[in-house]
């Protein structure tokens, strides 16, 4: 849930906000003073904050100003001054909107939503998901993109290589035999044609290992199959 702090010294205005905007599902606290608003919006976590310009203590210029140096979140300013200069400066200082008061509940909602929609679409609050990665001793493995690095160097598999040398760094230490890699990995029974799995084998060993020789990764556990090592 979405948290928003109103820092305004009309007790009654305050409430009344906090009504509207939970009614429309948000999280509200309250301060009324410059210092405890800025105290809170410094140290709390919130999403937006609603700024009345006249409080008692720190104005609400500092305290915008002093929130802009630490924070990104959208600040609404509030204010019964209607002179374009205190607009001009509050918007200079950092704030994202500006409305004189009086002003309709419904107003101040719709307007929170607005600067909220469009705060998320700028910095992504909702950001795309991180690719699936298997790392394990120099060996980076992109699920996601389907790409492999051996020590920070690309190398290009098929298709059957990627899929065997996936799954097998995904269950390190298990020893898989050639018929359970090949029902695995080509989705059926080996009808005696696991010549397949230990071809596959040999190319990805080619291919991550220093000396294919003497395998560090996948070793061959002889009379059952293998295993990745870790």
């Not at 018929?179 to 080509?186: P, T």
Request: charged share 35%; proline share 3%.
């Amino acid at each position: 849930m979405s948290r928003i702090l109103i820092i305004e010294d009309e007790e009654a205005i305050a409430d009344l906000e906090k009504d509207y905007l939970e009614l429309s599902d948000f999280q509200v606290e309250i301060k009324n003073s410059g210092d405890a608003g800025l105290q809170a919006a410094l140290e709390g976590d919130f999403n937006l904050i609603i700024l009345d310009l006249m409080l008692p203590g720190v104005d609400g210029f500092e305290v915008c100003r002093r929130i802009r140096q630490k924070k990104n979140i959208p600040i609404l300013m509030v204010s019964a001054k209607k002179d374009d200069i205190d607009k001009i400066r509050g918007l200079g200082l950092g704030a994202d909107d500006y409305m004189t008061k009086p002003f309709s509940p419904s107003e101040l909602v719709a307007r929170v939503k607005a600067h909220m929609a469009r705060y998320e679409r700028l910095v992504g609050i909702n950001p795309k998901p991180q690719n699936d990665i298997v790392e394990i001793r120099g060996i980076r493995i992109d699920k996601t993109a389907r790409r492999v690095y051996v020590d920070g160097v690309e190398k290009t598999f098929t298709t059957k290589e990627f899929d065997l040398l996936t799954f097998l760094a995904e269950n390190p230490n298990h020893v898989f035999t050639k018929e359970e890699l090949f029902r695995e990995i080509w989705d059926m029974d080996s009808i005696g044609d696991i010549a397949t799995v230990t071809v596959h084998i040999k190319k990805i060993r080619e291919k991550i290992e220093k000396d294919s020789a003497k395998p560090q990764y996948i070793e061959t556990i002889w009379g059952v199959g293998y295993r990745f090592k870790v």
